[in-house]
């Protein structure tokens, strides 16, 4: 039987790490920073805020979350 995972804190490291990454994009759009450099730390920020709410979506036991 697969071990359920436990729920996030707040404080998590995963969670830090996805808002450090909102941090940056933001500071790249506000600086005007080529749009090749936004678009790639948006993307980097969207996958680290998607990748804490597939594993607390798991841990709470809802949805149909896949691992990749």
Partial sequence: MPKIPEILPPD???YTEAVEAMRRYHE???TGAPAVEVERLRLIAEGL?????DYQ???FGIG???NH
């Avoid at 805020?49 to 709410?53: A, E, I, L, Y």
């Fill in 12 to 14: 998590h490291p995963a």
């Fill in 28 to 30: 790249a759009q506000d």
């Fill in 49 to 53: 805020f998607q990748s804490v709410t």
């Fill in 57 to 59: 979506m798991k841990a």
């Fill in 64 to 66: 149909d979350v896949t």
